[in-house]
Antibody, heavy 121, light 109 residues
Framework: QVQLVDSGGGVVQPGRSLRLSCVASGFTFNSYALHWVRRAPGKGLEWVSVITFDGTNKYYADSVKGRFTISRDNSNNTLFLQMNGLRPEDTAMYYC??????????????WGKGTTVTVSS | SYELTQPPSVSVSPGQTARITCSGDALPKKYAYWYQQKSGQAPVLVIY???KRPSGIPERFSGSSSGTMATLTITGAQVEDEADYFC????????????FGGGTKLTVL
């Protein structure tokens, strides 16, 4: 079945880096744009980033631009989020999600279960 | 920047109709989408393109949009519908991005 499995979260000190991964199965990975979305404790969903089906175009929320980098490996059906210069306000559950189209952002129809990132000294 | 505004909370008794609104200046030109997120779970799409229901979503969930406001309606809300609901849309001007509303906590009791 169609599935996204996100991983790579953990506890990290402010200023450090972390890389999240999301492995896809059950669909033609290289046909869809993919997103990262996060939810901080006590807050709502926040859209983070999207990458087009071929990795050509990448877009970011203002809150992470210049610090986070989205990428994908279509040979291994894997999406990544490289997070540098982490701040306490980046603490959240991070979800990968599939766009319904190859060129995003449009909307997301399949979500991973999420991976938790905690930024704390 | 593009914003979507939702009420923080809505409360209904089981069997009543719950309405959750989402307002945004771009909604006359952009579709609204609705996600349900229950505690400890990933979001689930319940309405897309203003008023379409994905397969597997109960018929009691419906959506509408008029002018700058989109509305999610749950007709005959059930206890299991208690969740956070988020509207979503896109801003494709300049730097394309997704935009979520602040979320509405639906209480059914």
């Amino acid at each position: 079945q169609v599935q996204l499995v996100d991983s790579g979260g953990g506890v990290v000190q402010p200023g450090r880096s972390l890389r999240l991964s999301c492995v896809a199965s059950g669909f033609t990975f290289n046909s869809y744009a993919l997103h990262w979305v996060r939810r901080a404790p006590g807050k709502g969903l926040e859209w983070v980033s999207v990458i087009t089906f071929d990795g050509t175009n990448k877009y970011y929320a203002d809150s992470v631009k210049g610090r986070f980098t989205i990428s994908r490996d279509n040979s291994n059906n894997t999406l990544f989020l490289q997070m540098n210069g982490l701040r306490p306000e980046d603490t959240a559950m991070y979800y990968c999600a599939r766009d319904v189209r190859g060129y995003g952002p449009y909307y997301m129809d399949v979500w991973g279960k999420g991976t938790t990132v905690t930024v704390s000294s | 920047s593009y914003e979507l505004t939702q009420p923080p909370s809505v409360s209904v008794s089981p069997g009543q109709t719950a309405r959750i609104t989402c307002s945004g200046d771009a909604l006359p030109k952009k579709y609204a989408y609705w996600y349900q997120q229950k505690s400890g779970q990933a979001p689930v799409l319940v309405i897309y393109e203003d008023n379409k229901r994905p397969s597997g979503i109960p018929e009691r969930f419906s959506g509408s949009s008029s002018g700058t406001m989109a509305t999610l309606t749950i007709t005959g809300a059930q206890v299991e519908d208690e969740a956070d609901y988020f509207c979503y849309s896109t801003d494709n001007s300049g730097n394309p991005k997704g935009v979520f509303g602040g979320g509405t906590k639906l209480t059914v009791l």
